[in-house]
């Protein structure tokens, strides 16, 4: 990318001109002395107390339940985007206008994951498409990726929460297999949670983003790196930067991998 586009994403994520890309060795990230962090997940079907308690609609008993995992990590592309499509597996099924599946190649080396769709992507169809998303492209620029080329977009959920609510355990639990799959289908070389959702769902902790980002976790033996969502650092611009490191992290581990 010429460098007045670099400039021009940079301001726009509002870290021109103090962060510029620089060579690998200056970038800034993990200081040498951290030893990797080692978490390996299964997308967790609980996830932590802090997910807001939501009535738990659905009620299907265990037995019912595997089986349904079983056939969910059998299926290939076609069959799992049309399951997604017509899933009636949670009380979300009710309210959402579309399912928001994924986008991008699905032999991506980069998988990103984020919580759950907003009003636009319910919309669209398509994941990361507001505001939210128009930072992560710009971000993504910034590092020299772009959506669907080498990339790959999903969310834990695939409906959205009703008013963006907070997603529920039973929610997380019913839809955990559809990512669990997808990961499975696109056996990417590196993921970054984005989001305290997409964080424990994937790493099983309550830990804080803050206390999690710049080292290096793994998902079932995946190299998992944690970042803020993109809609926090609408709200919140000092975090930006941080973003940036972790962006800056996560090429620099990619390229090492
Ligand atoms: N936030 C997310 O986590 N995912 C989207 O697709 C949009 C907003």
Same mark, same amino acid.
């Given at each position: 990318?010429?460098?007045?586009?670099? /400039?021009?994403?940079?301001?726009? %994520?509002?870290?021109?001109?103090? +962060?510029?890309?620089?060579? =690998?060795?200056?970038?800034?990230?993990?200081? /040498?002395?951290? @030893?990797?962090?080692?978490? !390996?997940?299964?997308? /967790?079907?609980?996830?932590?107390?802090?997910?807001?308690?939501? *009535?738990?609609?659905? @009620?299907?008993?265990?037995?019912?339940?595997?089986?349904?995992?079983?056939?969910?990590?059998?299926? =290939? +592309?076609?069959? #799992?985007?049309?399951?997604?499509? !017509?899933?009636?597996?949670?009380?979300? &099924?009710?309210?959402?206008?579309?399912?928001?599946?994924?986008?991008?190649? @699905?032999?991506?080396? +980069?998988?990103?994951?984020?919580?759950?769709?907003?009003?636009?992507?319910?919309?669209?169809?398509?994941?990361?498409?507001?505001?939210?998303?128009? #930072?992560?492209?710009? %971000?993504?620029?910034?590092?020299?990726?772009?959506?669907?080329?080498?990339?790959?977009?999903?969310?834990?959920?695939?409906?959205?929460?009703?008013?963006?609510?907070?997603?529920?355990?039973?929610?997380?639990?019913?839809?955990?297999?559809?990512?669990?799959?997808?990961?499975?289908?696109?056996? *990417? $070389?590196?993921?970054?949670?984005?989001?305290?959702?997409?964080?424990? &769902?994937?790493?099983? !902790?309550?830990?804080?983003? &803050?206390?999690?980002?710049?080292?290096?976790?793994?998902?079932?033996?995946?190299?998992?790196?944690?970042?803020?969502?993109?809609?926090?650092?609408?709200?919140?611009? !000092?975090?930006?930067? $941080?973003?940036? =490191?972790?962006?800056?992290? &996560?090429?620099?581990?990619?390229?090492?991998?």
């Amino acid at each position: 990318m010429d460098s007045s586009r670099r /400039a021009l994403f940079l301001r726009e %994520m509002g870290l021109s001109p103090v +962060w510029r890309l620089r060579g =690998e060795d200056s970038a800034p990230g993990m200081p /040498a002395s951290e @030893q990797p962090r080692i978490a !390996t997940g299964r997308i /967790a079907a609980e996830v932590s107390a802090q997910v807001s308690a939501q *009535p738990e609609v659905a @009620q299907v008993p265990a037995l019912m339940q595997d089986d349904r995992n079983a056939r969910i990590m059998r299926m =290939e +592309w076609a069959e #799992l985007t049309a399951a997604v499509a !017509t899933c009636q597996a949670c009380p979300l &099924a009710k309210t959402r206008t579309n399912t928001v599946f994924g986008v991008g190649d @699905q032999q991506a080396d +980069w998988l990103i994951i984020g919580e759950a769709p907003g009003a636009e992507e319910d919309a669209r169809g398509e994941p990361f498409v507001g505001q939210a998303g128009r #930072l992560l492209d710009n %971000m993504f620029a910034s590092v020299g990726l772009r959506r669907g080329d080498n990339v790959y977009i999903a969310n834990v959920l695939k409906c959205r929460p009703p008013g963006n609510r907070n997603p529920n355990t039973s929610e997380v639990a019913q839809c955990a297999p559809h990512l669990q799959r997808q990961i499975d289908l696109i056996r *990417p $070389k590196l993921i970054i949670a984005m989001g305290r959702f997409a964080v424990q &769902a994937l790493l099983e !902790t309550d830990a804080t983003i &803050a206390s999690l980002r710049g080292k290096l976790h793994r998902y079932q033996g995946v190299p998992l790196i944690v970042s803020y969502h993109p809609a926090y650092l609408l709200r919140s611009l !000092t975090e930006k930067a $941080k973003a940036w =490191e972790d962006l800056c992290f &996560a090429r620099r581990t990619m390229a090492g991998l």
